[in-house]
């Protein structure tokens, strides 16, 4: 079996949807601690002449003592009108706009959002539907881990059974690649190639958020995500 995992992130961007497609198993690591000026709660969108930033405002008083699942939305803010007014500048011209954008309108108009985690998982399950990507997805807050970095990967795949675990690129500034091959797990390291692909308001901007792609381009989303890059079918035959 072959697992991955990463922290809950806002709007990702297509790596970690590529990284996901190449496993058996998605942990999505909710118990870990919240980062500021990271990707939780924020990603970027492209609209007429450059990009933008939308920042999901969250309560951060006291979160170096709490858990990802802890992190509440600061609702004074009005944020869900904010990003769906960007949202709606950045792509309502776009192919693809009539085929998502209820969903978008849904999350930002109708919705009240309270918990960040929440509202991650709420989304990102609903991108990887739309991308025929059939993972299993589990939380971390629900395996009681103990451990952190290189061996808390080691602990999710013995809970798990896994016998391959994919690591993003920054993996091997802190994977102990021998405690792994002495518990009998193999390692990949994911070195994403970000494709090219239509885009509107001029030169091409790549690291945006998935929801760029799937606005331009549509069902042809998975298969340009996966372009140009290692396949599941490569990670088993190299195993």
Sequence with gaps: MILTAHQPVYLPWLGLFHKIA?????????????????????????????????????????????????????????????????????YERAPYYSRYAGFFEDVYKDKKWENLVELNDFMLRWFLKELKILTNITSSSTLNLLKRKSQ??????QKSGAKTYIFGEMGKNYADLSSFKSHGINIVFQEYNHPVYPQMHGEFVSNLSILDLLFNCGEESRDILMSNNISRNEISQSL
């Design 22 to 90: 190449l496993a058996d198993s998605f942990v999505s690591l909710d118990h870990v601690q919240f980062l500021k000026q990271d990707w939780n709660n924020r990603n970027k969108i492209k609209v007429p002449h450059k990009t933008e930033w939308l920042t999901v405002p969250v309560h951060q008083h006291g979160y170096m003592e709490k858990s990802l699942t802890d992190i509440e939305i600061d609702n004074r803010q009005p944020w869900q009108r904010k990003h769906w007014q960007l949202i709606k500048r950045g």
């Design 152 to 157: 808390l990967i080691e602990e999710m795949c």
